[in-house]
């Protein structure tokens, strides 16, 4: 034994020893593992999964795929190609992709759209730059805006206060907005959003390009879209400049994988390869990349049917719950806009049943888990991967719960303020300089806002960083807080950092 072990070896009491000992002897089920313990609970709990990831607990892969997966989480070895300069497998893959999603061009993500959308914006955005951005944009497009320096100009999508949910963006606002600024780089727009709802793509790229700007997606609901041809049309097949789609929500793929497509010549593909290369790791997991190609293959080769199964299986639900009074699930003619007939979105509004409580309700009795609920919805994600039985069990439930919890007057309508409650004190690219503090929402009004606050509904960033917190937004909040909602952004459920 050297000197420094015999000192450390005669520093170990006889307890730690005992520790130790004991360490050793415990079963692996009872060692502290929480994400591991709260993973194997859930996954053996066997839920009905309603949201994503779209390879819904595996179900969507074929059992091939999924053995023998460790060996495979290898590094950038011989042979296995670089996702940063791709010349092998990893080019070839993205080439196919590109053919499958109807794209000149694809690049693997591995941390999601959120790094393709900042990519997006850092390439075609100098600092300075105005961009036009729809207001029900992710927080990843407020932060990418923010890191580039950017200055959004924001459209509101129309909001439908009958279902309680924003859905698509009117094409004149954004020709307005590019009128109104002839200097903006370009236009992006969030579509499908989060309800499925899509905005007319074809009109809105018309408009963009006769101003001979860019316009970028962030399709990172819309994946599956080019795959069967009465789903809304696709960015790509649109003549998007660029988009991203998140594998991982709505093709049976890894939490994380994600696709970007370019189209055209417009965009700067040298920027923008250093921008994917600076933002991405440099050890991209291979794992996660071949399941990117291998969603493609299982879409290219029977995604088509596989979604007409799934239309069937929504069309069944539909007929079912016309005979549950109260209950609308959302489509095309309910929204009277292009809509992705794959999220099924239940308006639970003349039960008097808020979404908040369905989602529990579904929870506790079925098992069903569902994506997310706001306060007159439930929101469920659906995919190739989801079958009739999945959907019988989601019918059954929404049928007995209304059946059960059933209030007599239906939900009273929230107020959403509207766009005139926007006042950016702090230019953007400011804030991510500026530190905050804690106040009570009660005591927020009439100060500048460090945070993005994002309650559901409208599932839309209510106050973006920068912007003044004002009364209307503070009742809102209250509001949609004492009905049990979900406000992203606030901190011990009711305080709000405010810019010190
Ligand atoms: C509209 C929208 N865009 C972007 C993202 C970010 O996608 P990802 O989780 O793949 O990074 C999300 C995530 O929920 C989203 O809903």
Known sequence: MDLANARSFSFISIYDRIYLWLKEV???????????????????SNPVPFHMPGHKMGKGLPEEFLRDLLPMDVTEIPGMDNLHFPSGPIKQAQQLAAEAFKADKTYF??????????????????????????????????????LAGVEPIYIKPEYNSRFGIYSHVDPDKIRQALDNNPDAVGVLITRPNYYGVCSDIVKIVQIVHSHEKLLIVDEAHGAHLCFNEKLPLGSMQAGVDMCVQSAHKTLPALTQSAYLHVNGKKIDIERLEFYLSALQTSSPSYILMAFLDIARAIMQNKGAQQLEDLFKNIEDLRETLKGVDGITLLGKSQLCSDYDQTRVVINLRDT???????????????????????????????????????????????????ELHRKQDPLKDLYIPEAEDIFQEIVLKDMALRSGKLVNIE??????????????????????????????????????????????????????????
């Open 352 to 402: 008097g049943i808020t979404g908040y409580e369905m989602e529990k309700l579904l929870r506790d009795a079925s098992n069903i888990q569902v994506e997310m609920s706001d306060y007159s919805n439930v929101v469920c994600i659906s995919t190739v991967a989801d079958n009739q039985k999945d959907f019988e069990i989601l019918a059954e439930a929404l049928k007995s719960m209304v």
């Open 26 to 44: 415990i079963p692996i089920s009872e060692w502290n593992i929480p994400i591991y313990n709260s993973l194997k609970k859930y996954a053996g």
């Open 443 to 500: 005591s927020a009004a009439g100060f500048v806002s460090h945070d993005m606050i994002v309650p559901y509904p409208p599932g839309i960033p209510l106050i973006c960083p920068g912007e003044k917190i004002s009364r209307n937004s503070v009742d809102l909040l209250k509001t949609i807080a004492a009905a049990g909602g979900i406000i992203h952004g606030l901190v011990n459920e009711n305080e709000i950092r405010i810019v010190k």
């Open 109 to 146: 993500l591995v941390n999601g759209s959120t790094c393709g959308i900042h990519a997006m914006i850092f390439t075609i955005c100098k600092p300075g730059d105005k961009l036009i951005v729809t207001r029900d944009c992710h927080r990843s497009v407020i932060a990418g805006m923010m």
